[in-house]
């Protein structure tokens, strides 16, 4: 073997396991969600899978003839690629939004098998290559830094470039089939003929697998797997799915029509704040939901929405109704980022309603962030917050006192059992930065929709928050706070 084609073939293949890496991420977001434990139970098993590779070619290298065994390796990584997504399907189901040991058990499905094989690549090619013992060190040395200049190259170029121009399938469809294909000349190249007939088989059906399986997404944007229903019981209806959560109705025919109890919540907060137009941002789009609303029953109000996904903006205006108005900015970004652009003390109510899954963005939550958000709102400005916890609350407890360490009031709004820390779901979070919140106004207005919600005292929510911590940008752990939630979230 040429040193050329030694470098290209450990290049690749270490590649290719990283964009494998990210690529699973993508593919098991619909059903365990986009998270700390998901990223470490994701990387934890292509480790594993690294290291069992490297050990493995290793041994194999010193039993038998390496050059033997390069070909099929590479195209049992292609077959085992291409079936990786329709597997994560077929078995993503059972595990829907489940904890560490789903999410490491449906990677190990879904990906450890073409990893091992792609890793043990890299002995393989180094016992062809070693010459004596004399030169192990520098052919060890360079070929390892061959994979991880391919490592790199395979990490920069999936999470900058091809995730932000191809949908995740088709990447999968694409490295498997190049896979398979180095795999069956290796094998032509040796004159096995029938291993390499029987080989384009196995591909071609593990391609068509995949081709038939499709995937969970009407439509896969640069963040998420997002899918829209039809309400069968309102013509106008739509739902909203980003990846495992039930994110947002829309009906197209009524914007004053609230479907989810956490939005007809924040409405009634909004409802309490003096009549007339209102100028508010809002943390997180999805299907633009409460700015159309807000809109609606306020005419002459302005909403500005920080929105990290434009492809999901592009979905709502295709798929849920929106329209671009004269009285509505689409700010495309990270809210962290975008939040100091916005004129201080312009706004009249800021809106928390931005999630990574079935948790909010860490960063959104800590006092670092809320203090910008406080400086966002004009006098008796009033901020908002949607999040979702369960038993014991321990994600919504630390969210409230972080609220309370910036703001002059917090109160909590949800039903009596919620807020007695027996059941979970929706739990909004009402902040105001100078005077009190206007609790009489806010349980008037969910008393007249006839809502169960209570809204906390300040006694209440600091018992509500007990001995929780206050978050902080060096010690915000969301997911490990967040409670183990039913499979699947509907608001």
Same mark, same amino acid.
């Given at each position: ?38 990223f470490t139970g994701i990387i ?126 088709? &990447? $999968? ?5 190049? *896979? !398979? #294909? +180095?795999?069956?000349?290796? /094998? ?5 003929? %029938? ?116 492809? &999901? $903006? ?5 798929? *849920? !109704? #929106? +329209?671009?108005?004269?009285? /509505? ?5 990270? %809210? ?29 939550t800590t006092v670092e962030f ?83 919600? $209570? ?20 010690? %915000? ?15």
């Amino acid at each position: 073997m040429s040193l050329l084609s030694a470098r290209t073939l450990v290049f690749g293949s270490s590649a290719v396991i990283l964009v494998l890496e990210i690529l699973a991420g993508r593919l098991m977001a619909p059903y365990v969600g986009v998270s700390l434990e998901t990223f470490t139970g994701i990387i934890g098993v292509f480790l594993a899978g690294i290291a069992l590779g490297a050990w493995g070619g290793g041994v194999l290298a010193d039993r038998t003839d390496p050059a033997r065994l390069l070909g099929p390796l590479l195209l049992a990584s292609g077959v085992a690629t291409l079936l990786g997504p329709p597997i994560v399907d077929a078995l993503g189901a059972a595990v829907r939004t489940g904890g560490p040991v789903e999410i490491v058990a449906l990677t190990a499905a879904g990906f450890l098998v073409p990893t091992v094989a792609l890793a043990a690549v890299t002995p393989l090619v180094i016992k062809l290559r070693l010459r004596s013992l004399a030169e192990t060190g520098s052919v060890v040395g360079s070929f390892s830094a061959v994979g991880t200049l391919g490592s790199l190259v395979g990490t920069f170029a999936t999470g900058f470039v091809l995730l932000a121009a191809f949908p995740s399938r088709p &990447l $999968v469809a694409a490295v498997g089939v190049a *896979l !398979g #294909l +180095v795999g069956v000349v290796a /094998l032509v190249h040796r004159g096995r003929l %029938a291993a390499a007939g029987l080989g384009v088989a196995f591909a071609l059906a593990a391609a068509a697998t995949l081709a038939v399986a499709g995937g969970p997404c009407d439509v896969e944007t640069t963040y998420y797997c997002a899918s829209v229903e039809i309400d069968p019981t309102r013509p106008g209806g739509r739902v909203l799915w980003l990846d495992a959560l039930r994110h947002s109705y829309v009906d197209l025919d009524d914007p004053t029509h609230l479907e989810f109890r956490y939005t007809q919540v924040m409405a009634d907060v909004v409802a309490a704040i003096p009549p007339g137009p209102l100028d508010v941002a809002y943390i997180g789009g999805g299907g633009f939901t409460l700015p159309r609303h807000t809109g609606a029953v306020r005419p002459g109000s302005t909403a500005t929405v920080l929105e990290i996904d434009g492809d &999901l $903006v592009t979905l709502a205006e295709d798929r *849920l !109704g #929106l +329209v671009a108005r004269h009285d /509505l900015t689409v700010v495309v970004g990270d %809210a962290r980022l975008a939040l100091p652009t916005l004129p201080p003390g312009g706004f009249g109510a800021v809106v928390g309603d931005a999630f990574g899954g079935l948790s909010v963005p860490w960063h959104l939550t800590t006092v670092e962030f809320l203090e910008q958000v406080a400086g966002l709102l004009d006098v008796g400005g009033v901020y908002v917050v949607n999040v979702i916890d369960h038993p014991p609350l321990d994600f919504a407890r630390a969210a409230t006192a972080t609220l309370a360490a910036v703001f002059s009031d917090v109160a909590v709004i949800a039903p009596p059992d919620v807020v007695a820390g027996t059941v979970g779901g929706n739990v909004v979070l009402v902040a105001v930065v100078h005077g009190e919140v206007d609790r009489a106004g806010i349980t008037a207005a969910i008393g007249e929709r006839g809502g169960v919600e $209570v809204v906390t005292d300040p006694a209440a929510t600091y018992r509500f928050i007990g001995g929780a911590r206050v978050l902080v940008d060096d010690f %915000a752990p969301v997911d490990q706070l967040l409670s183990p939630r039913p499979r699947r979230v509907a608001p």
